[in-house]
């Protein structure tokens, strides 16, 4: 009789094999890696003998859960920052987090502690998707967990790579070294249309094409970003990557919120896998993804938990039980991806979404010893019912907890019995990680007290630190001073049109300064809008020096394009006070003694009809530079015969002193 390295007996058996049955009073055999007999007990103690016998007590036998898409090191920023819209999290928070902090230790230990959350809720599988992959890769190796380790590429620099080049070239690398391992299949991960360009999506594609592995991508995750292609590409986000050649590779895509029936066939057609999210689709507010038009489609839709900073957890049977009951909420209709079906997904289904089906997903002659003992016999579970094999997917789906997983077998190796996990040893694991929590506070806590520090941290400042000098001046007919303006001392060298639309962001503390986010358009002869620009401007308090009439002021300032949504800068700054102004604005670029300056003639037109401003400045470089221009302005203002004109401070009284005005002071 041959024998098996482990024989596991005395279970009831949830197969999720072709069949789908289930066998009561059943076991397995283990030999080396992989399942040598599943089936009644009595068969197979008939046909192996083994030294080593795991009696179950009873308990349920699962094939090993699959988590179909994560960022595992991320583990490490749980509750870092919540409650945000995906792009303020994102970009406002993770992005200058993860840039400051990812690094191969970081990832190391981030998805050592992932593991060990992982295992204790029966995941033997995950696909994972972040930087420093090899090193994931190894620490998951040797947890003894199997996983589909995807390198990120994106269009800008990231943790690991100084260009996409750069982590493409690492992928391809990590790829021909770890292609054939028995616990990992590595793969490439472009993050997301909107992170990479065409250009990454066919190079990604082609690489993975080259080496037979999966493809690992977010797509169609938020409405936002579905407008923005149909927008600029005149087609939504499936029909796009497909052009780019994504589907060529064996792709899984984390999301697909918002896809029509159309792009799911393209998907089921393309032979890709999709990660639904429910947890974290629910908590970014991403929407509901039509899960069950896809499986219907015959699409292979796995479950995952995401990164444990947008879940906030790795626990597979709260995602197994949102994935059913979100179905039925949405479609209304109760009979909806039933318990049998969210299981399927959270195993054999997941599996075929990672294209790592002839390994994993059931138990079955064959397949990898990869599997999970669970405990339904406690309290919550209590009482069973057994007239209807569907009541014991049920229990899984509905009622079991994490914490009912006992033991935890992956590729013939027990990485965890009774409860107790075997090959990691999570307490230092945790004190390091506190550590970089204490670490990534002391730098959170010096950025948020900065607003020139936040605008740095979401790359709004990069250019450096200039002066301006100016001065404004109230008049109630402008018209002398502009015939003067044409006078010989001045060389008009440009001359524009704009509206302007203003938002200020005042903050309690004065010396933050204030951040105007400014709507220029500029406008032709006739009238019409020819171009708008969209930028971001923080003035630093007018403390700089103080000239004649108190008000001919230079400050320091830091100017950038706005490339986010006002609404972004909104959530992202939290101000105060807010202030808008609107303006109609006159512009000469002019050429006075060697010097430029400009010359604005202002009609605000919000808040409130106002006597037009005239404004003279000039933008230096250096404090000395704004010195000279300084008296410079004070001999011009003499030319002009503005010398007399009312100073003020600003365009909106309050604005001068840093405040908002009552009216508009709070959202
Ligand atoms: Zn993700």
Redesign the pocket.
Known sequence: MPAADWILTNATLVTMDDDGRIIEAGAVAVQGSNLAAVGPAAEVLAAYTSENLHDCRGRVLIPGIVNA???APMTLLRGLADDLRLDVWLLGYMWPVEREFVSADFCRLGALLACAEMLRSGITCFAD?YYHEEVIAKATAEAGLRALCAQTVLKFPSPDAASYEDSLAAARDFISRWKGHPLIVPSVAPHAPYTCTAEILQDCAKLAVEFDVPLHT?LSETLQEVEQWRETYDMPVIPWVKKQGLFDAKVLA??CVHIDDGEIHSLEHAGAGVAH?PS?NLKLASGFAPVVAMLEAGLNVGIGT??PA?NNDLDMFEEMRLASFIAKAVTGDPTALPARQAFAMATRLGARALHMHDLIGSLEVGKRADLAVVDLDDLHSRPHFNHSPEALYSRLVYTAKSHDVTDVMVDGRWLMRDRRLLTIDVEPLLEAAGEYARRIDVFLIEREGSVLNKLIAIGGAEQEESYEVQVKLRLEDPAPAMARLRGPEFEILRQAHYHEYDTYFLFDDPAQGRLRYREDEFVDESGAVTNVRYRLTLTGPAREREYEHSVLLSRSRFLAPATHSLRFYREYFSPQGELQVNKDRMRWQIRFRDQEFFVNLDTILEPAFQRPYLEVKSRTWSRSDAEVKAGLIVDMLRLLGLDQAEAVADEYPDLALGRAPNATSQR
């Open positions: 898409h994560t960022h998707m977010h984390a999301h999210n974290s995401d990164g947008s």
